[in-house]
Nanobody, 121 residues
Framework: QVQLVESGGGLVQAGGSLRLSCAASGGTFSSYNMGWFRQAPGKEREFVAA????????YYADSVKGRFTISRNNAKNTVYLQMNSLKPEDTAVYYC??????????????WGQGTQVTVSS
């Protein structure tokens, strides 16, 4: 029912910044907790960040804490991931996820197609 489309990925040098966007359609965006996951080549998909339906609670993986910021604009049906101080190990396909039940324990009811982020050293 819900479609998620990521954008904003690309190639950036270490220390640089990118902002990812995820546009949602087909559902009530404000009802969903939203999050970002990533999957590097040869690795399992891992949690990056999540934000509650109200925007009042955010959660981050330790590996990105202090560098990444998740936010949302419910009027625009969009969630963002601001990525600063990027490192080569941040290189991955980044996926947007929507979860009706939880932000703290996000599993993902709906997923986007992913956007590639490549950080060169």
């Amino acid at each position: 029912q819900v479609q998620l489309v990521e954008s904003g990925g690309g190639l950036v040098q270490a220390g640089g910044s990118l902002r990812l966007s995820c546009a949602a359609s087909g559902g009530t965006f404000s009802s969903y907790n939203m999050g970002w996951f990533r999957q590097a080549p040869g690795k399992e998909r891992e949690f990056v960040a999540a934000i509650s339906w109200s925007g009042g609670r955010t959660y981050y993986a330790d590996s990105v804490k202090g560098r990444f910021t998740i936010s949302r604009n419910n009027a625009k049906n969009t969630v963002y991931l601001q990525m600063n101080s990027l490192k080569p190990e941040d290189t991955a396909v980044y996926y947007c996820a929507a979860d009706l039940r939880s932000a703290r324990a996000m599993t993902g009811d709906y997923w986007g197609q992913g956007t590639q982020v490549t950080v060169s050293s």
